[in-house]
């Protein structure tokens, strides 16, 4: 594509590419439309802590107790059978 098709119809490519180089984030100016961004590294952060410390980071299960409940779903949910008492 030449520049001007690119600038009409930009792709993937130029979006990534037009963001510029990998910055430090000691060299960005974060806006309060960013505070996703801040919250995420914060929470990614915090689960550093937590595998540095031992535990777990979340979502990370060792113990099959722990884990999370699977079921079946599509375009619905089946109601789990109930043992009757």
Known sequence: MTD???QRAPGDWEAQVGQG????HSE???ASSDRGIAMLRHFFRKQIEMVKDGGNPAGVFFDERDALI???AGNY???PSR???
Do not use: V
Not at 21 to 24: A, H, L, R
């Open 4 to 6: 001007e098709e690119r």
């Open 21 to 24: 180089p990998i910055t430090f």
């Open 28 to 30: 960005e100016h974060l």
């Open 70 to 72: 699977a079921f079946k």
């Open 77 to 79: 949910l089946e109601e």
């Open 83 to 85: 043992a009757s008492a």
